[in-house]
């Protein structure tokens, strides 16, 4: 595959070196079998300049730096997401309160809400930091955006918050059809698929914008 991969950034600098324009050499791969998104991507490696040779765009260096700090953002990300959804989850259950369970509420309001609260106010604050300081970097240096770390880790953060908004569909459809539908329930639901729903948003629209602005 890698080399491939070459072998159609040799041909693309070739063509371009020749005189062909980008519409041209985008058919070209097509009627070859290549798709237009690795047609799209051999292409943007080169500037659109009026120049004699192609001329290379910057390509992203992974640094230890630069997976230090991804990764801590999206390590925060979760924690956040996670303790945010415990926290509303026991806040729903000292509202509606399990009658079966009359000691719950007092739990509730110990243990697992300090834990939520406590990891909040200090994983909240580096994500929000974090967050701020990366896309300050990547509205200096654009090329940023197309680096590995960073994409795989925004792709497995979608394929999570996707699975979690599969299974909490599956859970409402599950309880709708056994004739479950408390209050309590319903806040739940809505709750999981609220942030679920807002991170899955959020990284998406930020993958489409990625990619019209390449």
Do not use: C
Not at 2 to 27: H, I, K
Not at 98 to 126: C, H, K, N
């Amino acid at each position: 595959m890698a080399q491939a991969t070459q072998e159609l950034e040799r041909f693309v600098r070739d063509a371009l070196a020749a005189g062909a324009s980008r519409q041209q050499v985008e058919s070209a791969l097509a009627e070859a079998g290549w798709t237009p998104e690795q047609a799209r991507v051999a292409l943007a490696a080169y500037a659109d300049l009026d120049f004699p040779v192609p001329v290379p765009r910057p390509r992203p260096q992974l640094s230890a730096r630069e997976a230090f700090l991804y990764l801590l953002l999206f390590a925060t990300l979760y924690l956040s997401a996670w303790h945010l959804g415990s926290l509303l989850f026991d806040l729903v259950n000292h509202a509606f309160p399990d009658a079966a369970d009359p000691e719950y509420r007092v739990r509730s309001l110990g243990q697992s809400m300090r834990w939520s609260i406590a990891t909040l106010a200090i994983a909240f604050p580096v994500f929000a930091f974090l967050a701020r300081h990366i896309g300050m970097d990547l509205a200096r240096h654009p090329v940023k955006r197309l680096s590995p770390v960073r994409r795989w880790l925004t792709y497995l953060t979608l394929f999570i918050a996707a699975a979690a908004l599969i299974g909490d569909l599956i859970v409402l459809v599950y309880n709708v059809l056994g004739g479950e539908t408390s209050v309590r329930f319903l806040l739940k639901v809505g709750v999981v698929g609220a942030i679920a729903g807002t991170i899955f948003g959020y990284y998406l629209v930020d993958l489409r914008r990625e990619e019209h602005e390449s």
